[in-house]
């Protein structure tokens, strides 16, 4: 039988308790619903918190990554213009070569087919050294091997030059004819020039297909990280909202409840009346 006191107010007590328990609930699914997350911090969850956490910074250093493909894919993009221009000019100067080997002509009609020849075949060189991006080129006489990031640990991908200047298309340094007989046999060598420079651009094209592949992997990828770390630490507004309404309404009966438990005391009076 439990002991009528007014020192100490068992009810009250437990009643207590558990506003303070209804009390706390709340304040947890309140800063739930403002911040929209169930572990906002280490206290919350430390394990979920600190895998979030790493996560997280993964998914965030993968910017880094697709910056460097796209900047791969820019720079691809200038060599092949560069490219584009080059098997044109090629091919203008076999028509050059193929109309100055017609030995009907005049020395005034050659030397001008032959002056068109030469001045096509600096337009090569020009577009060779200005195709740069970021001045870097892959197809100028400086060009090399460029590597850019493949993932978030640092591996790397690789994009071969693919020098298209007139040496790297097996032309002399100064190709040329002098006469009706050399401009025949320069057909034959600007269509070697002309496979090659194909062959250097269909390379191109195949490491820029690379890296768009790549890119999308990384962004899916990234997308993936990022909806597993909201699955982690994310909170159900659906049910938190519900749930709110239930504690709400708790921490009203919680109250009701310690009033009632504090006015039992007030019983005992009557025993003194």
């Keep these: 039988m439990s002991i009528n006191s007014i020192n100490t107010n068992s009810g009250a007590m437990i009643a207590l308790q558990n506003l303070?328990?209804?009390?706390?609930?709340?304040?947890?699914?309140?800063?739930?619903?403002?911040?929209?997350?169930?572990?906002?911090?280490?206290?919350?969850?430390?394990?979920?918190?600190?895998?979030?956490?790493?996560?997280?910074?993964?998914?965030?250093s993968l910017n880094a990554v697709k910056d460097s493909l796209q900047r791969g894919q820019s720079t691809i993009d200038v060599a092949l213009a560069a490219g584009d221009t080059i098997t044109d000019l090629l091919g203008k100067m076999k028509e050059k070569a193929l109309a100055a080997s017609d030995t009907s002509l005049n020395s005034a009609s050659f030397n001008a087919l032959k002056s068109d020849f030469d001045s096509l075949r600096q337009q090569i060189t020009k577009a060779a050294e200005n195709s740069k991006f970021n001045g870097v080129s892959l197809v100028g006489a400086s060009a090399?091997?460029?590597?850019?990031?493949?993932?978030?640990?640092?591996?790397?991908?690789?994009?071969?030059?693919?020098?298209?200047?007139?040496?790297?298309?097996?032309?002399?340094?100064?190709?040329?004819?002098?006469?009706?007989?050399s401009a025949k046999t320069m057909i034959a060598?600007?269509?070697?020039a002309i496979g090659t420079a194909t062959n250097k651009l269909a390379a191109l094209g195949t490491s820029s297909v690379g890296l768009d592949t790549h890119l999308t992997f990384v962004g899916k990828l990234q997308d993936s990280l990022t909806a597993g770390v909201g699955?982690?630490?994310?909170?159900?507004?659906?049910k938190e909202s519900a749930k709110l309404q239930a504690l709400q309404t708790k921490q009203q009966l919680g109250v009701q409840a310690l009033s009632i438990a504090n006015?039992?005391?007030?019983?005992?009076?009557?025993?003194?009346?």
């Design 20 to 60: 303070n328990n209804t009390s706390s609930d709340l304040r947890t699914v309140q800063q739930r619903i403002s911040t929209g997350k169930k572990v906002g911090s280490a206290k919350d969850n430390g394990a979920i918190w600190a895998m979030s956490k790493t996560q997280s910074a993964t998914a965030q």
């Design 144 to 181: 090399k091997a460029l590597v850019f990031l493949a993932n978030a640990d640092g591996a790397a991908l690789t994009v071969n030059a693919q020098t298209l200047t007139v040496g790297g298309l097996g032309l002399s340094a100064t190709p040329t004819f002098t006469s009706a007989s």
């Design 189 to 192: 060598t600007i269509d070697k």
């Design 231 to 238: 699955n982690l630490v994310d909170a159900d507004l659906a």
């Design 263 to 273: 006015q039992s005391t007030q019983s005992l009076l009557s025993l003194f009346r």
